[in-house]
């Protein structure tokens, strides 16, 4: 079983909703990340949060709002979606932010967007 | 930035078969390497990784990967597959704290 809880698993948006998607380790991890996977692809890196603070924002839309409300949690803030951003949403854990340990994974949240 | 490069994105084999699925990486630093597996409906799990040392890595379910400095690469290998190993397989390199995937191998095994 995966020790990082994403939830909810699927989630239907229209394009004026208002969601968001939460994710949980404890693990101790001080680092946590979102990912995007489309089908068929790679996931892609969204953004990078160490010891609670954003430290990589990989130029992602301001409708993706993300926040770390302690070492434990991630949320990841919808608002305005298209469409296209109907995809995969992972993320994952790691001990410390430059180390180099593996990710640890969620089972990801999958978002369609009408 | 780092990037990497698999090959032979759509693999079909028979049970027993061996397995090479090949990786490319390009980045200027020191290297962590890492094949993860994505099984149907399954999140992301860690098969093997490199940080140092022997170069013949040896991960879980009889996968073992290969680092070549000179070649750039990091190949993962399996003598004998089993219809359990249908997946998708993805090889990754970090660094600068980014953890960058290749497009990922889906391998097909038939039974």
């Known amino acids: 079983d995966t020790e990082v809880t994403q939830t909810p698993k699927h989630l239907v948006m229209g394009m004026t909703n208002k969601k968001s998607l939460k994710c949980e380790q404890h693990?101790?991890?001080?680092?946590m990340y979102w990912y995007k996977q489309k089908a068929k692809k790679p996931p892609e890196l969204m953004f990078v949060y160490s010891y609670e603070k954003l430290s990589i924002n990989e130029s992602v839309p301001s409708r993706f709002s993300p926040e770390c409300p302690n070492s434990s949690l991630l949320n990841l803030h919808l608002h305005a979606l298209q469409p296209e951003d109907s995809a995969l949403y992972l993320c994952?854990?790691?001990?410390?932010?430059?180390?180099?340990?593996?990710?640890?994974f969620g089972e990801g949240s999958r978002l369609t967007v009408l | 930035a780092q990037s990497v490069s698999q090959h032979n994105h759509h693999v079909i084999l028979s049970e027993a078969a061996s397995l090479e699925l090949g990786c490319n990486y390009s980045y200027g630093g020191t290297v962590n390497l890492f094949w993860y597996v994505q099984y149907p409906g399954q999140h992301l799990q860690l098969l093997l990784k490199?940080?140092?040392?022997?170069?013949l890595v040896k991960g879980i379910k009889g996968f073992e990967a290969e680092f070549i400095k000179s070649k750039f690469s990091f190949n993962l290998r399996k003598p004998s597959v089993q219809w359990s190993d249908t997946a998708e397989y993805f090889c990754a390199v970090r660094g600068n704290n980014r953890l960058a995937f290749g497009k990922g191998n889906q391998v097909v095994v038939i039974p």
């Open positions: 994952a854990s790691s001990q410390e932010p430059l180390d180099t340990g593996e990710l640890f």
């Open positions: 693990m101790g991890h001080r680092a």
């Open positions: 490199y940080f140092s040392g022997d170069p």
